[in-house]
C-alpha cells in the first residue's frame, strides 16, 4: 500500500493588493518589491475569509478534482497559524462546514513549512493503514498579522488555502518525505498570539528579520531537497517539476540552481499571490496541475522553510 495525491484544489480572495498600493501604505516602491522579491500582487482575505472559510472552498474544488465526496474523507488536516480559533481547530471548521463528523480533524502549526508536515502526517496515517483517504489543506492570512506600516513584511504576504487529497493507492504516489527543525534562530522570525486582556501592541505582529532568514533559507533548502532526492534513490535529473514554497523568487531561483533545474521546470506563484505561508506550496501545486504542466507521472520535489525555524519536502510522482 502507497499513497498518492488524488486531486487537489485551491482558493484566493478577491481583493487584490498591488505594490502600487503598497507604495500608497509605505515608503516603498514597485522596483524595489519586484526586484527584491519577484512579488507584484497579493490577495487579501476579507472578515469573512478567515482561514476555515479559505479552506473548505479549497477543500470542496480538491473533492471535485478526486471526484470525491465529503463522506469518502476518513481524516481533516489543516495546517495553519492563523486560524480565527485556537479551538475548534481550523480542521474541525472545515470538517464540519463539508458535513463530516466521526473522523479525525486537527491542525498542524509549522509556520510556511506546515503543508510539508500536514503531508506527511498524511503519509504516514495511511501507510499504517489508519486511514484512506485524508484531505490535507494548507490556509492562512498571515497579511493580518502584519503591521500594516512595516515595508519589511507588509509587502510579502498574501492570503489564500490549497487542498490535496492523499488516497490509499497500489501506485507509489509518495516516493519520500523529509521534515525537520531547529529553534536556534527561532527569534528571527515570529508571531506572538495576542496576550487577552491587552490591547492590541507593536509587538504582537509578525517580526521577521528577513535578510538572516534568507541566508538560512538558502542553505537549508540546498541541503534538504538533496537529502529527500537521496531518501527516494533519486538524482536531480529524474525531476520534472520543482514545487517550492513561496517566499521570495531569489530563494527559489538558487533551489532550482542546485537542482541544475531550468526555470521553466519551477512553479512560481509568487508573482500573483505573494507568500501564503501555509497555503503556497498546494495552491503551486494546484496551479500547475491546472495549468496542465503538470501531468500523471511526472516527478516533482514540494518544498517548504518557514518559523521555528521548521522545513519540509515530499518527494512525490503525481
Ligand atoms: N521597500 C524599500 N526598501 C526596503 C523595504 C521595502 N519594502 N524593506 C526593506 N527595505 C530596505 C531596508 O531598510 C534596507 O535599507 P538599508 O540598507 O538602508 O538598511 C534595504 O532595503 C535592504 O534590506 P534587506 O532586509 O537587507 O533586503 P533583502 O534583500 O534581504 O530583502 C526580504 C528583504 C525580501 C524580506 C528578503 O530578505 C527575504 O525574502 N527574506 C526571506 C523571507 C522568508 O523566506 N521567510 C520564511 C518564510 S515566512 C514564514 O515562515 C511565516
Redesign the pocket.
Known amino acids: 500500500m502507497y499513497s498518492r495525491i488524488l486531486g487537489t484544489g485551491g482558493y484566493l480572495p478577491e481583493q487584490v493588493r498591488t505594490n502600487a498600493d503598497l507604495e500608497r501604505m509605505?515608503?516603498?516602491?514597485d522596483e524595489?518589491?519586484i526586484e527584491?522579491?519577484g512579488i507584484k500582487e497579493r490577495r487579501i482575505a476579507s472578515e469573512q475569509e478567515t482561514a476555515a472559510y479559505m479552506g473548505t472552498e479549497a477543500a470542496k474544488k480538491a473533492l471535485e478534482s478526486a471526484r470525491l465526496q465529503p463522506a469518502d474523507l476518513d481524516a481533516v488536516i489543516c495546517a495553519t497559524t492563523s486560524s480565527q480559533y485556537a479551538f475548534p481547530s481550523c480542521a474541525c471548521e472545515i470538517a464540519g462546514a463539508l458535513g463530516l463528523a466521526g473522523v479525525p480533524a486537527f491542525d498542524v502549526a509549522a509556520?510556511?513549512?506546515g503543508f510539508s508536515y500536514a503531508y506527511a502526517i498524511a503519509h504516514a496515517m495511511i501507510m499504517s493503514g489508519q486511514a484512506q483517504k485524508i484531505l490535507v489543506v494548507g490556509a492562512d492570512r498571515?497579511s493580518h498579522a502584519c503591521n500594516p506600516q512595516d515595508?519589511?513584511t507588509i509587502?510579502?504576504f498574501g492570503d489564500g488555502a490549497g487542498a490535496a487529497i492523499v488516497g490509499a493507492s497500489d501506485e507509489q504516489g509518495t516516493l519520500a518525505v523529509h521534515l525537520s527543525s531547529d529553534a536556534k534562530r527561532a527569534p528571527l522570525?515570529t508571531?506572538p498570539h495576542p496576550v487577552r486582556g491587552r490591547p492590541s501592541s507593536e509587538s504582537d505582529y509578525?517580526y521577521?528579520k528577513?535578510?538572516e532568514?534568507?541566508k538560512q533559507?538558502v542553505v537549508i533548502l540546498a541541503g534538504l531537497v538533496n537529502q529527500t532526492l537521496e531518501k527516494a534513490g533519486m538524482s536531480d535529473a529524474d525531476l520534472d517539476f520543482l514545487v517550492p514554497?513561496q517566499?521570495?523568487l531569489?530563494?527559489i531561483t538558487a533551489t532550482a540552481r542546485k537542482l541544475h533545474l531550468d526555470m521553466s521546470r519551477v512553479i512560481v506563484t509568487l508573482d500573483k499571490q505573494g507568500?501564503t505561508?501555509s497555503a503556497s506550496v498546494p495552491l503551486a501545486l494546484d496551479e500547475g496541475i491546472r495549468s496542465g504542466r503538470i501531468q500523471r507521472g511526472h516527478v516533482l520535489l514540494l518544498e517548504s522553510?518557514?518559523?521555528g525555524f521548521t522545513w519540509g519536502s515530499a518527494l512525490i510522482r503525481y
Open positions: 509605505v515608503e516603498t516602491s524595489w518589491i527584491r522579491t509556520a510556511c513549512s498571515i515595508r519589511t509587502i510579502l522570525l508571531l509578525l521577521m528577513g535578510n532568514v534568507f533559507a514554497h517566499a521570495n531569489r530563494i507568500n505561508s522553510f518557514g518559523g
